[in-house]
C-alpha cells in the first residue's frame, strides 16, 4: 500500500502565503489517520524548499515534519517564481538560491 501525500513545507505560516488551504497540525492529523486505518502503508510527499519569505524557524519545521512521519520517499525542489501565480503577483522570490538548494 502507497500514498502519496503532498506537505508542500512543513510550516502552517508558509502553507498559508502558498495559499494551500491546510496547516501543519491537519496534515499530521491526516498522516497518523492513515497510519491508524493502513498500518504498513508507504508514504511519499513533496516539498518546495525557500518559498517567498521562508525563514529558517519555517525550513526546521518542515524538517521536524519530515523527521515525525518518516516518509519512505520524499522529492524536494528549490521555489522557482512561476508567472500567473498569487506569489508571482503579491511576493517577492527573496530567498536567496544557495540556501534554497
Not at 511519499?44 to 518542515?62: A, L, M, P, Q, V
Request: hydrophobic share 35%.
Amino acid at each position: 500500500n502507497q500514498l502519496h501525500m503532498p506537505a508542500q513545507s512543513g510550516s502552517s505560516t508558509v502553507l498559508e502565503r502558498m495559499r494551500r488551504g491546510y496547516t501543519r497540525e491537519a496534515y499530521m492529523q491526516l498522516i497518523d489517520d492513515v497510519r491508524s486505518t493502513i498500518p504498513d502503508v508507504a508514504i511519499s510527499s513533496d516539498f518546495i524548499s525557500g518559498f517567498c519569505g521562508e525563514t529558517e524557524d519555517e525550513h526546521k519545521d518542515t524538517l521536524s515534519l519530515m523527521e515525525h512521519v518518516a516518509y519512505d520517499q520524499a522529492y524536494m525542489f528549490a521555489y522557482s517564481m512561476r508567472g500567473r501565480t498569487h506569489a508571482h503577483r503579491t511576493m517577492e522570490d527573496d530567498v536567496p538560491e544557495d540556501i534554497k538548494m
